[in-house]
């Protein structure tokens, strides 16, 4: 409870690992570490890992541990939290001091992509080039998404506003969220993309809606703080 208390007061968690433990053990993190990891990306936190000791690698019998512990983390890390890429690992010796500008240059590159506001002008124009690339599996079936904003940051939330009976999938949502982490550059932070159904006019020209995806289909997980940065309007 203590530790998610504190998970909830920070904007980045820097997840630090042993490199020695890591070379002698057939995991790179342990299950603390993950449940730690998962947490940071499940209430919309940035997360950098840092792999400490690495002093201990060097020297002629070391070098392929090395490499062994540059791949077995990252990949270990996508693994455990598959719906963020590119979270950032970082390498240093805090008995040589190595490493630690590197680190903070990349707590305060990973805070200012967690920050990222786009506007919703930038964003359908965007939209209208990505769903081109997009290949569907039936056209006629395709969700029609009038239009793309964001809603808040910290972590960066969108909502899709979508015309017909037909919803995005989870796997357009995947699609949408791998595009823009590409296009704007905002891979190694958490992206939530909901969406809503554009409201129609029945004949007495009042709106309804004619599909339950009218409510939000996924709810902001987000401490005191962020309450502020989004006002749900009700229909």
């Known amino acids: ?84 890429t590119g979270i ?13 500008t590197t680190v903070l240059h990349q707590v305060i590159d990973t805070y200012e992509k967690w920050c990222t506001r786009l506007s919703t002008a930038r964003l359908n124009r965007w939209l209208k080039k990505v769903m081109s690339r997009h290949s569907w599996k039936d056209q006629a079936a395709q969700p029609k998404i009038k239009y793309f904003t964001q809603v808040k940051a910290r972590p960066p939330t969108f909502v899709a506003f979508v015309s017909g009976k037909t919803k995005l999938s989870d796997t357009d949502i995947r699609f949408l969220t791998k595009s823009l982490k590409d296009d704007f550059d905002l891979g190694g932070i958490p992206i939530r993309i909901m969406q809503r159904a554009i409201a129609k006019k029945d004949a007495g020209g009042s709106s309804k809606s004619s ?5 939000v289909t996924e709810r902001i997980k987000s401490d005191k703080r962020d309450r502020g940065d989004l006002v749900e309007s009700k229909a």
């Open 1 to 84: 409870m203590q530790s998610r208390k504190s998970l909830l007061r920070a904007h980045i968690i820097a997840l630090v690992l042993d490199a020695d433990e890591i070379v002698n053990a057939k995991r790179s993190m342990k299950h603390a570490e993950v449940v730690i990891a998962r947490r940071a990306v499940e209430e919309g936190r940035g997360l950098v890992v840092i792999v400490n000791k690495m002093d201990l690698l060097r020297g002629k019998n070391k070098s392929s541990s090395y490499e062994q512990i540059l791949e077995a983390v990252q990949q270990e890390i996508q693994t455990i939290i598959p719906q963020v």
């Open 88 to 100: 950032p690992v970082v390498f240093i010796s805090a008995l040589e001091g190595r490493g630690r």
């Open 211 to 215: 599909h339950p995806i009218g409510r």
